[in-house]
């Protein structure tokens, strides 16, 4: 066993004995059918009237969970798991009170003071998103998460912290708040930042920021992400964001280590206004989008003109596989949203950093009227 594989409580020098095989001959294999249909039976006994296709994924998290026993899994993994779960669940369950509104996820410093322009900054970005409907998801901790919170106020406000020992309570805003949500691991916390927020804002902070800042980078480059705004932001007179901006460029840029358009991805804010009204122009036409089968679907607020098609098929060629692109009503398998109008086309499910662009130009685009 690799020595960072060995338990704490255990000396480098001992003679550690192999796990079990996992295969466990007394324990009744998880895919029998008798054991399957067991699940089946109780899986029906609380569905009521959900839909088919949500009883068939918890019927396979039930049946997975199940075959971690006669794996053999050691009770640490076992506890990851466990906890993980149930705290995505408890996770969603809160955020799904709160389905309609859209969110923002600010990321920044704990250690930023409250005299500091980039609390007063923040506190003013926060506050204007909440005047515009918004509601703020921070770390629920102090520095820029406090000012998050101070901006839009506690009912618009929702706190996903971390437990750490040497980690402030949570602040005052979101303190005793049903909102506040505590996790153990920072993979399910980040999860939530992302999966709840239809914008990212970024203030000026140490690793933990950094960290937070590159993977939403990733996973929007990527397409493991939604596309949305990724917004940089600071207070007057700061410069942490343009000596970062020239940093990426010049350092992994010039490299060829990122693609020329990657730098699209995310915006730098002259300030909190610029940085409220970037986040609210790109929901000006766009509305969401998903794939269905092979095509995208890029759902509307307002039509567009079918005027305006030839010109996007021709600026954005490089992001079709085939085809051009059309004006289209809900596609099959489509049950959110009906009474959108949609932009449709084959992706080549790479150069999303384009893509975001596609965005941007369809929000410059007047919309329909009568057509």
């Not at 410093?109 to 909440?130: I, Q």
């Amino acid at each position: 066993m690799p020595l960072h594989d060995r338990p704490a409580n255990v000396p480098p020098d001992a003679t550690l004995t192999p796990p079990a095989d996992p295969v466990n001959d007394a324990a009744r294999v998880a895919d029998a059918p008798e054991i399957l249909a067991q699940v089946e039976k109780l899986v029906a006994s609380v569905s009521g009237n959900a839909p088919a296709f949500h009883a068939r994924l918890v019927r396979e998290l039930i049946h997975t969970a199940l075959k971690l026993i006669p794996d053999g899994r050691d009770s640490g993994e076992l506890k990851l798991m466990t906890n993980a779960v149930k705290e995505l669940r408890h996770a969603y369950k809160i955020f799904g009170k709160y389905k309609e509104p859209h969110k923002v996820t600010i990321f920044g410093s704990a250690r930023t003071g409250e005299s500091h322009p980039d609390y007063t900054a923040c506190v003013e970005f926060s506050k204007l998103m909440a005047q515009a409907g918004w509601m703020a998801i921070t770390g629920a901790g102090g520095g820029i998460m406090q000012a998050g919170h101070v901006g839009p106020g506690r009912d618009a406000s929702f706190g996903v912290a971390i437990r750490l020992p040497f980690e402030q309570n949570a602040n005052h805003v979101i303190k005793d708040d049903e909102k506040l949500i505590n996790f153990r691991y920072f993979f399910t916390r980040k999860l939530m930042f992302l999966s709840q927020a239809e914008a990212v804002v970024l203030f000026p902070g140490g690793f933990g920021t950094m960290d937070e800042a590159y993977e939403t980078l990733t996973l929007v480059q990527t397409g493991k992400a939604a596309i949305m705004p990724i917004v940089c932001v600071e207070g007057a007179g700061g410069d942490y964001w343009k000596n970062w901006d020239a940093w990426v460029r010049a350092e992994l840029g010039t490299r060829g280590w990122i693609s020329p358009e990657d730098t699209s991805i995310y915006y730098l804010a002259k300030d909190a206004v610029d940085a409220a009204d970037h986040i609210i122009k790109f929901y000006r036409n766009y509305h969401s989008s998903r794939y269905v089968r092979d095509e995208l679907v890029i759902r509307l607020r307002n039509p567009l003109r079918r005027s305006d098609l030839p010109a996007l098929e021709k600026e954005f060629v490089n992001l079709i596989k085939d085809g051009g692109m059309r004006l289209s009503g809900p596609l099959d398998g489509e049950d959110d949203h009906p009474s959108l109008n949609r932009l449709v086309f084959k992706h080549n499910r790479s150069r999303f950093a384009i893509l975001r662009r596609l965005i941007d130009r369809i929000n410059d685009l007047e919309p329909a009227t009568g057509e």
